[in-house]
T-cell receptor
Framework: AQRVTQPEKLLSVFKGAPVELKCNYSYSGSPELFWYVQYSRQRLQLLLRHISRESIKGFTADLNKGETSFHLKKPFAQEEDSAMYYCALSVDNQGGKLIFGQGTELSVKP | EAQVTQNPRYLITVTGKKLTVTCSQNMNHEYMSWYRQDPGLGLRQIYYSMNVEVTDKGDVPEGYKVSRKEKRNFPLILESPSPNQTSLYFC??????????FGDGTRLSIL
């Protein structure tokens, strides 16, 4: 079965603390994974794509095929990082069919 | 400016009254999709389209119709809306193999 699991509904940390948002996937093919972010009352925006291996706004994510994970990490959280984060899996190799996780709300306290 | 535009942004209507949510993109993208976002369930794909006149069901297509007569437009049609279709809806578009660009969302309330 094709599935994306984000086990934490809410993650609350203090400013300056490290952050790790977990994402696990189930997919028999070669996975293409994304992290999208949704700030309050705004549209979803692409944060990271695993094949580009970039660091955006200090966030990184590494694909671990052995553990079928794509966890999102940031060493020092900022208040402006507070948002909803979604992990997504492309299952058609064209990016047209995405399966999203349930989302994790990150709250960074001052 | 590159964008995905949805209309209306908000709509309150009643059960059974047909409605259409429009989606338009100005990036000449081949792929377009509709999602619904519900608390605790994340985003679920309703329908997607690979190009003009080519559409396919997503994970939750029941109660919805789509059409893709032109490349830039991908309307979502609820022929007979029901209260369980109350949700936040997002349209998205992309080039093949590229990340999706999302619209601002349409909040539908069906009484």
């Amino acid at each position: 079965a094709q599935r994306v699991t984000q086990p934490e509904k809410l993650l609350s940390v203090f400013k300056g603390a490290p952050v790790e948002l977990k994402c696990n996937y189930s997919y028999s093919g070669s996975p293409e994974l994304f992290w999208y972010v949704q700030y309050s009352r705004q549209r979803l925006q692409l944060l990271l794509r695993h094949i580009s291996r970039e660091s955006i706004k200090g966030f990184t994510a590494d694909l671990n095929k052995g553990e079928t994970s794509f966890h999102l990490k940031k060493p020092f959280a900022q208040e402006e990082d507070s948002a909803m984060y979604y992990c997504a899996l492309s299952v058609d190799n064209q990016g047209g069919k995405l399966i999203f996780g349930q989302g994790t709300e990150l709250s960074v306290k001052p | 400016e590159a964008q995905v535009t949805q209309n209306p942004r908000y709509l309150i209507t009643v059960t059974g009254k047909k409605l259409t949510v429009t989606c338009s993109q100005n990036m000449n993208h081949e792929y377009m999709s509709w999602y619904r976002q519900d608390p605790g369930l994340g985003l679920r794909q309703i329908y997607y389209s690979m190009n003009v006149e080519v559409t396919d069901k997503g994970d939750v297509p029941e109660g919805y119709k789509v059409s893709r007569k032109e490349k830039r437009n991908f309307p979502l049609i609820l022929e007979s809306p029901s209260p369980n279709q109350t949700s936040l809806y997002f349209c998205a578009s992309s080039h093949s193999g590229q990340p999706q660009h999302f619209g601002d969302g349409t909040r539908l309330s069906i009484l």
